[in-house]
């Protein structure tokens, strides 16, 4: 038998970038012929490519493992599933299986939520938009709404108003917690008094009454001693206000906002050495609360986690449909997902694997998506083999906001499958087609064209 | 063919060019495909005789060739 | 007795050098001990791979930024095929993987002596707070920025002229917005998130090199000044001190943390105030001038994690030179090729 051919590559060598392993087979390449135990090339052969494919067994082993690391460490904790991390109604409903209530911050969401059974009592409100109909209707079935701003406490007053009856809210706080940016356009400042004011706002108005605390630090937060920083703050202004005002506080919303092992571009080391586990962030969390709450007194503690929970149980197949050699000798290839299925491009440095192992030098080598647009790239810089055409690349982690974020520009949005603990498939949404792109458009009379034929 | 006669290739795959003080590494084929073109070989026949020698289509092997004579254009050995 | 082999990374002993020659040079003169130094570079034309009087053996390490399991990986196949009783790693970048794996590495056979991933990032820039209130000893007014906007919002309370730092390497000092933005431009795009911006204090910058044994007592401390520097802040003359504040200090770091493993503290002091500016986790550039003025710490690491007897710390005398000069060789490809095609030299 012939020798397996590889494909011939020449490479300068650069001071400061001489080093083998970046090029060597052995390193930083890296191969998966299956999901779960599905192989890649019998998913993409029945449903295509490219293929948004999701694990039951990481989702359910994630839900359990963050689960544990807090109800271990406090009697009273809740999971608001975080919607727009991902609201495929498959990964909803499971993430309800588990125990999870939801949490929405849109009307659309809310819907969501409503039409998969979701009781109003076991929905969290959030966000800064919620029209007065929402509003209303999130009131009437007993939603917890965490207030984002003043003209919502007069929106929230109105339906109190017309409802003929108090309202129990919560309220958004945004604080210094040595997280930086400070979210501070959402909710109302702590530390500048601007909380409390509201807070005295609600008071004065006697229609609402405040019983919960809500604050989300930010995104891919790396420092567990920042959630800790929060709940010491949350929890002092919970006992400001149940002495200012009389009010209970029974419960306390911290948010998300906690990392997957997802490559922050701009981070240099690995994701399993950069990150805290997520024990590192209950124990912070638990221990900050123990110490700042009076003893025997347990709010609830509501987490609103999606990333952590979502995104390494999620895949993306795509194939190589081009190959090129850019002018300055970059090796290019163009694949049929970029970043109208893949927005969090943007941020992170995905996870890249081919589904055969390929022989060959390494190059540095560009990865575009389908677009016709300059700014679809997947990966500017990433270490491969020559590739063929015809191969599948999967991309990891993508569980988190790629699809919810996903665009229709010039392409359709691709199917998008569960693989269950057993091995099952069972396709979750279907490929788009035309219908789906053109289904609310009208047609004026005068533009109608007679049927040619 | 003038510039590629001046190198210094090894067997490992290591690549020096006296001339410009610049140093390169090339993979096993890319090796047999320096070799080959420093002899006067025409790109057809590399390419045959890759496909003889390794498991490549001759329309792969073809497409590699011409590739693979890009970057070396475009790294000034030719 | 056997020869050991030591791992010694941070052998790029350039104008901004690492600290593994200062290292592997002091272990070498250890009378008691055989040493092999095996040096671990992380390119091929760092020049500690070609310095044969004091690296025996160099091998090409994946980069830490990579996958956790290729770096192991390497380090196993060194242990297999040549040998590698210790490693001592000098690169901060790198610190955090041994720290992880670092079990995982002794079932193997492969030493280290370094602190807990919980004391690593008690010295983060961003903490050192905490340590300078429980060591009393000042910090001067210190931000951490993730953004564009944190950085302009950190130099407004901070004031100008600010050090911008990077994350793992490099300083700068700013005296304009437009020079600091334009630095941590550089350093993010280099060593990623959080930059560090921090005030600008004056007085003589004094350093300690020292160990910790892991329980609270030091197996040696040396203090140093700069008497001057490179463009990057390098020193390149120094001379001992022993100023009782900053001694007292770093003593006090080390009974009230349990600091294990070898640390730099880098100090400015200004008469009777002492600042903390930095404590670096690993043997600094300049560790061969402790061992030049009589404490080879890196020989007393080696001896501490091998179980081997380690003598009572000695004093040193204040007022011994410390100069640095340059020097070249000359060689051929031979090794370089090595260290190319097969990641090993010679």
Redesign the interface.
Known sequence: MKPAYEKPVIKKLHNGLMNKFGYSPAYARKVRTDIDGVPVADLVEKFGSPLFVYSERILRQKYRQMHTAFSTRYPNVVFGWSYKTNYLNAICALMHQQGSIAEVVSGMEYEKARALGVPGENIIFNGPHKAQAALETAVREGAMINVDHLDEIYALERVAQKLGRQLHVGLRLNLDAGVYPQWSRFGFNLESGQALEAAKRMKYGGKLVLSGLHCHLGTFIMDAGAYARQVEKMVAFGCELEKAFGYSIEYLDIGGGFPSKSRLKGVYLPPEVALPAIDEYAEAIAQALTKALRPGDFPKLILESGRALVDEAGFLITTITATKRLPDGTRAYVADAGVNLLFTANWFKFNIEMDREVGGVNEQSVIYGPLCMNIDVVDESVLLPPLSCGMRLTVSPVGAYNHTQSLQFIEYRPASVLIGERGEVDLIREAEDLADITRRERMPKRFAQEEVG | MHKLSRLAI?E?????NPTTG?????????L???GKLRDGHSDEAIAQA?AE????SLE?AQR??A??R???K??N?I | MDELYIGVSGINAIDNPGPGIGVARSLKEDPDLAVNIVGLAYDAMEPGIYMDWVVDKSFILPYPSGAGEAFVERLLFIKRNHGLDVVIPNLDAELPLYIKHAAMLADHGILTFLPSMEQFRLRGKDRLLDIASKISISLPCTKIVNSLDGLLQALKEVGLPAMVKGSFYKAYKCHTVAEAVSHYHDLVAEWGYPIIVQQVVTGDEMNIVGLGDGEGNSLGLVGIKKLSVTALGKIWTGVTVKNQKMLAAVAGFIREFKWRGPFELECMVNGEEVFLIEINPRFPAWSYFATGVGLNLPSRLVRRCLGLPVPPVPDYDAGKLFIRYTYELVTDMANFQKAVTRGEAP
Do not use: M, R
């Open positions: 090894n490992e795959g290591f690549v020096f610049d140093s390169f590494q090339v993979s096993e084929t890319g047999v495909i320096l890759l020698k390794y498991e490549v792969d590699d060739v590739d693979f890009a970057s070396l475009n790294l050995l």
